[in-house]
Structure formats: C-alpha cells, structure tokens
C-alpha cells in the first residue's frame, strides 16, 4: 500500500519557470511533511518542511502549499535554476517516539538553461 | 556535508552471502534510521535506534537487523542476501527520535548482489 502519492514522475522547466510537485497522503494521523532533494550520488537533503496546522510555508524559492481537507500537499521552485535539477522527493511521518518518515516515489526535475 | 558518514559506499556481494554496513551519526545525534533505496525509488524505511535500542521497525524481513553503539554510531547487517537486495542504504541521523527533528542522510552504501 502506498501511502504517500508523488507527481509527475519528471519534469522538465525552463529556466526562471516554476515546477510544481504535487503529493497525496492517505494516512490522517500523519503530522510533518518535508521534501527532499537528492542529486545522483548523494543522500537526500532536506529542504523544506510542513505541520498540517499550517497552509503554507516558504523558505527561499521554495514554498510548500498545504491542503488538510483534500490530504494533499505541494512543493513550488520559484524562479528555478538548472542547479535547481534534482529529484526530489515529499515524505509524511507520524508524530510521536516512533518516527519514520513515508517516501513518495520521486520526481526528476531538469530546468534547461 | 551532513555529518553522517557511512561505509563502505560501494560493493558487490554474491546471493546467499552476508553483509555489514556501517555508519557513523552526526556528533550528539542520538538516533538512527535505516532506509533501503531501489533504483528509481523513495527511500523504504528498515529500522530505528534511539539509545541502542531498536525503536520500530519498517516491512523487512527479520534476516535485516541492525545495532547501535554507546557512541551512537550503527551497523545494518543483512543475512542470505537475495537479488532484490540490490539498492542503495541510506543512513540517517537525528537528535531524538520524534518527527520535526531535522534528519540528515549519508551519502549510503551501494549494495550490488549478484
């Protein structure tokens, strides 16, 4: 069972445009969302992180959209960079002692020059 | 750089056999997780450790187990290896076990099993 749904699977922007990752959840009791971006041969990275009690957060150009009712959550690259090209993944965790976080399956970004 | 050191990054192991990865946490950290990494896909959780004791475990067979150290470094271990064992093994460090408390990943261990 897959319990956190990634969008698209790639992606591919022009310099200076704005990719958008969309992510849907179905577990309600989890409680912290972060993104993370991985380039080839290194582990992820955290980027940016969301609780549900809050409907938007932005941390640079990048801007994460929280929607609790529709259990789906968004990642937004302002004014992307070919540096910016990555795949990047969303997560969701339980709150609590026992913390794992909850993988999507990726997405590969290529912002062209 | 995160911190969290793991070894070796790369090898090839036969199907059946064993093997041991290793992983240091970032200094004061005193939780790790383990995550596998299929090619193409999300990091799947394996195992935690908070305090050298295993403190949840993902959907991996019991030949998977691990260990924790008094200095909060950690091993993964890997018994009967299959084919699908093939994937790269994320380490990953936090302060506390509990969501919110930034995780930072090595770079991992690349298992081939042939």
């Known amino acids: 069972q897959q319990q956190v749904k990634q969008s698209p699977q790639s992606l591919i922007v022009q310099k200076g445009g704005i990719p958008i990752i969309n992510c849907a959840y179905e577990?309600?009791?989890?409680?912290?969302f972060p993104w993370y971006q991985q380039f080839p041969g290194k582990g992820p990275a955290l980027l940016i992180a969301?609780?549900?009690?809050?409907s938007e957060k932005k941390e640079g150009r990048f801007t994460i959209s929280f929607n609790k009712s529709a259990k789906q959550f968004s990642l937004h690259i302002m004014d992307s960079q070919p540096g910016d090209s990555a795949t990047y993944f969303c997560?969701?965790?339980?709150?609590?002692?026992?913390?794992?976080?909850?993988f999507g399956k990726g997405t590969l970004l290529t912002v062209n020059p | 750089e995160t911190g969290v050191t793991q070894s070796p990054t790369h090898l090839i192991k036969t199907r059946g056999q064993q093997v041991t990865l290793r992983c240091s946490s970032q200094?004061?950290?005193?939780?790790v997780s383990w995550y596998q990494q299929a090619l193409g896909q999300g990091p799947q959780f394996i195992f935690q450790?908070?305090?050298?004791?295993?403190?949840g475990r993902g959907n991996f067979p019991p030949r998977f187990s691990g260990l924790q150290f008094p200095n909060y470094s950690s091993e993964l271990n890997v018994n009967a290896l299959e084919l699908d064992d093939s994937a790269l093994y994320l380490c990953?460090?936090?302060?506390?076990?509990?969501?919110?408390?930034?995780?930072?990943f090595g770079e991992g261990s690349w298992l081939t099993v042939v």
């Open positions: 990953a460090s936090s302060l506390g076990g509990t969501a919110g408390n930034t995780i930072y």
């Open positions: 577990n309600t009791a989890f409680d912290y």
């Open positions: 969301i609780r549900p009690d809050v």
């Open positions: 997560a969701a965790a339980l709150g609590g002692s026992n913390y794992k976080l909850t």
């Open positions: 200094s004061g950290h005193n939780t």
């Open positions: 450790y908070y305090r050298e004791e295993e403190n």
